[in-house]
């Protein structure tokens, strides 16, 4: 069914042409993201590194996060999202580049932890700049659409990448740099540098700001990311149960394909209400989820879990980054952006180690109870918070 033109009209004219060029840049760049899924299988099928080598590289994307997107957060609040951004996909494009040559395990640490650094400032100042164009409802929405965009190369740069791959590997860094490159281009050419808001001269502000509201987001944040980081433990689990590499393949494009059926639907039915109170439900549905893989014996299961999760994951992001956008003063609006990110970065690391430490010592069936029990948390904070939250976002905008 073919959308009408006249309502394709009024979707674009219901945002600034900015937010446009943020979207086309972030499809662009997300089509083109081929190194990071196929990093892994790159060091052992071209490098010939260990399996405890690959781990230690990969970790150390869950570093770079963690460190940058706080920093990134800060410098898109100093410098301006725009240059911020066009800073992250500058350096990351030429850090592809350098990792493209680099064939000794040192190598390939250093290149993959500047890649990283580089690429993880752009996620706060990217959130930020949809802050400063857009404003209630139509700012969850606005976040909603770069979501879905994200998802879409989510889903087709892996499968290209593994076909282009064939060709040569090292074309996959080329290209990747070169979206990177050309949507830094583009936000050069088109994105206009938006008025920064005035400091407020009465308001200390520290590197880290001392908002109790704040760190309890992050708390209740780390321990969501934690729960949703801990798929990647499914691939030991769906071994261990005798299923197929096919299969969890399968499985996981389920994820990637109920976001992007369901991401816009979902997410302007949330936009309505635009209430806090959605995080916690896709908390409870997250945990849920992976509760079901506890008892989960047969493929059919699993994959009712993964919908499950898939949909709370969902609803929890449609409303998340409108509200971390609103939590603090404008001014620092990315600082706030970029450590509640940071901790999607710690996720990325814990989620895996201590996963893997219940794994090995209880089994596949503990572990999915703990998981679920940190989302469930998670969902009990995310409630707790909701009366400040709710106060913190209905402030008087600054006149």
């Known amino acids: 069914m073919h959308l009408p033109l006249s309502h394709l009209n009024a979707v674009y004219r219901a945002y600034p042409s900015q937010f446009w060029v943020l979207w086309v840049g972030t499809l662009i760049n997300r089509l083109g993201e081929f190194v990071v899924p196929l990093l892994g299988f790159y060091l052992v099928s071209s490098l010939g590194m260990s399996t405890v080598q690959v781990s230690l590289v990969l970790s150390v994307l869950g570093v770079g996060r963690f460190v940058a997107e706080g920093l990134g957060g800060t410098l898109s609040d100093r410098l301006g999202t725009g240059a911020t951004m066009i800073l992250a996909l500058s350096g990351g494009a030429v850090m592809l580049l350098g990792l493209s040559t680099a064939t000794s395990f040192p190598g390939v640490l250093l290149g993959t932890l500047l890649f990283s650094l580089f690429t993880a400032l752009y996620k706060p100042a990217a959130s930020s700049a949809v802050a400063e164009l857009t404003t209630g409802a139509q700012r969850t929405r606005a976040y909603n659409l770069l979501y879905w965009a994200i998802n879409v190369g989510a889903s087709v740069a892996p499968a290209l990448g593994g076909w282009l791959s064939g060709m040569s590997f090292r074309l996959l860094f080329y290209l990747d740099a070169a979206t990177m490159a050309v949507y830094a281009l583009l936000l050069g050419l088109a994105h206009r540098r938006t008025r920064r808001p005035a400091r407020n001269k009465d308001r200390k502000t520290t590197l880290l700001p001392r908002d109790p509201l704040l760190w309890s987001f992050c708390l209740a944040s780390l321990l969501f990311g934690m729960t949703y980081q801990s798929y990647k433990l499914l691939a030991l689990v769906f071994?261990?149960?005798?299923?197929?590499?096919?299969?969890?393949?399968?499985?996981?494009?389920?994820?990637?394909?109920?976001?992007?059926?369901?991401?816009?639907?979902?997410?302007?039915?949330?936009?309505?209400?635009?209430?806090?109170?959605?995080?916690?439900?896709?908390?409870?549905?997250?945990?849920?989820?992976?509760?079901?893989?506890?008892?989960?014996?047969?493929?059919?299961?699993?994959?009712?879990?993964?919908?499950?999760?898939?949909?709370?994951?969902?609803?929890?992001?449609?409303?998340?980054?409108?509200?971390?956008?609103?939590?603090?003063?404008?001014?620092?609006?990315?600082?706030?952006?970029?450590?509640?990110?940071?901790?999607?970065?710690?996720?990325?690391?814990?989620?895996?180690?201590?996963?893997?430490?219940?794994?090995?010592?209880?089994?596949?069936?503990?572990?999915?109870?703990?998981v679920a029990g940190l989302a469930f948390l998670a969902a009990l904070m995310y409630w707790r918070l909701e009366p400040a939250v709710t106060s913190r976002r209905n402030r008087p905008a600054p006149a």
């Open 239 to 370: 071994a261990q149960q005798g299923f197929s590499a096919v299969q969890y393949g399968q499985a996981l494009s389920l994820n990637g394909l109920i976001v992007v059926l369901l991401g816009l639907p979902l997410g302007h039915a949330i936009s309505l209400s635009n209430h806090p109170r959605w995080q916690a439900a896709g908390a409870l549905l997250l945990g849920a989820g992976f509760l079901i893989h506890a008892f989960a014996q047969t493929f059919a299961v699993h994959l009712a879990a993964i919908f499950v999760w898939s949909v709370g994951e969902v609803v929890a992001y449609s409303i998340s980054k409108s509200i971390i956008a609103e939590l603090g003063p404008p001014e620092q609006r990315g600082s706030y952006i970029g450590l509640v990110g940071s901790m999607a970065g710690l996720a990325t690391l814990l989620a895996p180690l201590l996963g893997g430490m219940i794994l090995a010592r209880f089994g596949a069936g503990p572990l999915w109870v703990s």
